[in-house]
């Protein structure tokens, strides 16, 4: 099972240097085109996604988020976010009920 996340250059950039893969999006044109290439590997068990890019593909996300199929989507908030100071790890572990 692998990761991959969808975000700003910032984040996905992060998440690259520890060896998940992902692609940058800034509209939701990218961020419609980035879902389909994560969701079209069945490798992919995982993607973690902004929520600024979430929220422009808000219906599409919603339908993973709200339902027991796969890929897992671990929504996380975005570094200009307000919700600042959370712990990605206890996101990640909240969304697959697995301790990292």
Known sequence: MKYFVIGDEDTVLGFSLVG?????????????????????DSQNGIIIITDEVANMIRP????????????????IPSPRSKEGGTDLRALVNKAIGVSL
């Open 20 to 40: 998940v893969f992902g692609m940058e999006a800034t509209n939701a044109q990218q961020a419609k085109r980035a879902w389909d290439k994560a969701v079209e």
């Open 60 to 75: 599409i996300v919603d339908q993973f988020l709200f339902s027991e199929s796969f890929p897992l989507v671990v929504e």
